[in-house]
């Protein structure tokens, strides 16, 4: 990973736990009482949740974090779900469709670049080579909590 990806990564992470901090922690007598969470990617088992897509995430009280690695070809199919998406390229490129200013619309997005999906958006994406995305989603997915994928994602089987 080269400093560019590094320091928009560190900047996506700022910006997530600077939105969500104070709202985590409760003072009570001085003692915060929200959990501190440790978590390490390197670590993580990738599970796999369609064709050519793994994922590895983890979620805090208000939202959550996830690394997708995307075949070339992998198609994550049409969805929208009620949570803010943003979206890092750390590597690769991917085509979206989603909707822009009323109209269906498509975009290429590659390495070091962001966008960001308000809630109820729809979009789909298609890796047009080997991609490596970080992914924060406000508030947390509560499709992906049970073990069961959600609709959408069964089609890209």
């Known amino acids: ?91 690769g490129k991917v085509k979206i469709k989603t909707i822009i200013d009323g109209k269906e619309t498509f975009v290429e997005v590659g390495a070091g670049e962001v966008i960001v999906f308000p809630e109820n958006v729809p979009h789909e994406f298609w890796a047009l080579e080997e991609t490596v995305d970080l992914d924060v989603h406000v508030p947390v997915r509560e499709d992906w909590l049970s073990k069961e994928l959600p609709e959408y994602l069964k089609k890209s089987k």
């Open 1 to 91: 990973m080269n400093f560019k990806s590094i320091i928009a990564a560190l900047a996506v992470t700022a910006m997530f736990v600077g939105n969500t901090a104070n709202a985590q922690v409760t003072i009570k007598d001085s003692i915060a009482t929200s959990k501190v969470q440790h978590f390490n990617f390197d670590d993580m088992e990738s599970e796999t949740i369609g064709e050519g897509i793994k994922r590895k995430w983890f979620h805090g009280e208000k939202g959550q974090m996830t690394i997708f690695n995307l075949e070339k070809d992998a198609h994550i199919p049409w969805h929208q779900h009620p949570n803010e998406q943003i979206t890092y390229i750390m590597s």
